[in-house]
């Protein structure tokens, strides 16, 4: 069980600061159809921030390969858009133990609702609902280990040749019953600036933060000072290479936080339409 424990408490360092391993808080409404993105992704970490805020070392670095699938499908309904979507995660982590773990992470699952829609006139806004099913192996690692609800609100101002995105989601952390540990909830703000210089090529800059909102629990007894937060920054570049295929690159740094991972990561998003 204090195996089990220890693993559980470095994967929610990794798994804490990240959107599954693969940040993507796009909130632009597609054109109706079918979708389909792929996410490449890779982070390194030789410290981590304590429940003060301090930057310490690990005992060994830690390295994660990923890839995830998203199928998506976005329809219309009463003039407003809507969006269904799936992410199929595998990984491979070395979290300074013996081997590396590989296999299968958590899948998610989305559903997303246009309330205000402008059709390309420039203001968008969106409700969101994610649910993470713990379908990775959390003794190895590979996953949370429970399910989490997130609920959310994204708003997106797009007039070329600018755009802005942000974001709010609430993270509703569910008891891992095998351990009887429950991660508080967590509160995650997102934002990004974006500016094309052609139609087909932008460049940004992003911000993906988070607060826990509730002391962690094992057993139902509250623990003290494992709230955890994050600030990660950094650049994304986005190019069309096709007019049914897009690509965009980021890397984010997390730059302060506390009982989390002072992480590099480095990702990516091909994303390719089915539509005509």
């Known amino acids: ?21 693969f940040s993507d808080f796009e909130c632009m409404p597609h054109a109706p159809g079918f979708y389909i993105m792929g ?17 310490q070392d690990l005992a060994e670095n830690w390295t994660g390969f990923g890839f995830a699938v998203r199928p998506a499908y976005s ?28 296999g299968i992470g958590d899948m998610q699952f989305s559903a997303a609702y246009w309330i205000w829609d402008n059709h390309g006139k420039g203001h968008n806004l ?12 959390d003794e190895k690692g590979l996953g949370t280990g429970q399910m989490n609800l997130r609920p959310g609100l994204a708003y997106c101002w797009d007039k070329y040749p600018y755009q802005m995105q942000t974001s709010v989601f609430y993270n509703i ?25 052609q139609p087909n090529f932008m460049v940004g800059a992003e911000i993906e933060s988070g607060w826990g909102m509730q002391e962690d629990k094992f057993n139902d007894v509250s623990g003290t ?52």
Not at 173 to 197: H, I, Q, V
Request: charged residues 15%.
């Open 173 to 197: 952390r569910m008891k891992n019953s095998d351990t009887e540990f429950k991660p508080g909830n967590e509160l995650w703000a997102n934002w990004s600036l974006c500016y094309s210089f």
């Open 126 to 137: 969106s409700v969101w609902f994610w649910a993470d099913m713990p379908t990775g192996n």
């Open 1 to 21: 069980m204090k195996n089990i424990l220890t693993i559980a408490a470095a994967t929610l360092l990794v798994f804490a600061t990240a959107f599954a391993q």
């Open 75 to 102: 329809g219309v309904v009463n003039n407003h858009r809507w969006n269904v979507s799936a992410v199929l995660p595998y990984q491979s982590l070395d979290l300074g133990g013996s081997e590396t773990q590989s």
């Open 225 to 276: 000072d494992t709230k955890d937060n994050w600030f990660k920054v950094g650049p994304s570049v986005q190019y069309q290479l096709m007019p049914n295929l897009g690509l965009k690159v980021q890397g984010l740094y997390n730059a302060f936080g506390k009982n989390t991972s002072r992480t590099l990561d480095l990702g990516a998003r091909f994303e390719y339409s089915f539509n005509k």
């Open 39 to 55: 996410y490449p992704g890779y982070f390194t970490a030789s410290k981590f921030y304590d429940a003060d805020g301090n930057s």
